[in-house]
């Protein structure tokens, strides 16, 4: 734990880290490993190590998705992580891969990924759900799919978790709504948070309709 506190502890910079990491492997690999690490004493610095690897992942997978692609199995695996930051991270990570995805991994990924609109907690199935736009960018084939495990959340999420979800739906939807097949369940969706408990989602309902309803 030593090293890895050293090197990603209190004094490391994340996006320090995120670029050396895409000159170095060993850095990727160490980062990697960083993210697992578990506290083994009450002086060691494992969750100092644990987020600035987290942040530093965060950054590299938004700036340079191709240096993590390589490590695509990593984030799934993540999907079953007890830690909900790190389930949060790997939803975020493999959006921001599938813009990269010349294997087309994403499709034998896709219902483990949207299995996690049912998380526990909440922050995943809302990234699950903000990150819907970019992946429905990336894969327009699946558009209609994705577009049908969002309009489900009212039945899958309890009721705190489908308010504010459902805002963030609604930003993905706005990011390809213009080439979508299902403007009208979309529209109707977003019709109803209108009266969703949840300041935001009532706000991005509206902005939503007074952009794209005529």
Not at 15 to 28: E, G, M, P, Q, Y
Not at 147 to 152: D, G, I, V, W
Not at 176 to 196: A, C, H, N, P, R
Request: charged share 35%; net charge positive; glycine share 4%.
């Amino acid at each position: 734990m030593n090293n890895l506190s050293d090197k990603f502890g209190k004094d490391a910079n994340a996006k320090r880290l995120a670029d050396n990491a895409l000159r170095d492997k060993k850095v990727l690999s160490g980062m990697l490993d960083g993210l697992l690490s578990e506290k083994k004493t009450k002086n060691d610095h494992c969750g100092e190590v644990k987020y600035n690897c987290l942040k530093a992942l965060w950054i590299l997978g938004e700036e340079n998705p191709e240096a993590l692609y390589p490590e695509w199995d990593f984030f799934v695996k993540l999907f079953d992580d007890n830690n909900a930051y790190l389930r949060f991270l790997a939803v975020h990570v493999i959006a921001n891969l599938t813009e990269v995805d010349t294997k087309n991994k994403f499709e034998k990924t896709f219902n483990m990924y949207y299995s996690l609109l049912k998380d526990k907690s909440t922050i995943v199935p809302a990234r699950v759900a903000g990150n819907s736009g970019k992946i429905a960018k990336a894969n327009p084939k699946l558009q209609t799919e994705i577009t049908s495990r969002l309009l489900n959340i009212d039945k899958v999420l309890k009721s705190k978790q489908k308010d504010l979800v459902g805002g963030y739906a609604i930003e993905a939807f706005s990011e390809y709504f213009e080439e979508s097949e299902d403007k009208d369940m979309i529209t109707e969706f977003v019709k109803k948070q209108l009266k969703s408990k949840s300041p935001r989602t009532r706000k991005k309902a509206k902005e939503f309709l007074e952009k794209w309803e005529k």
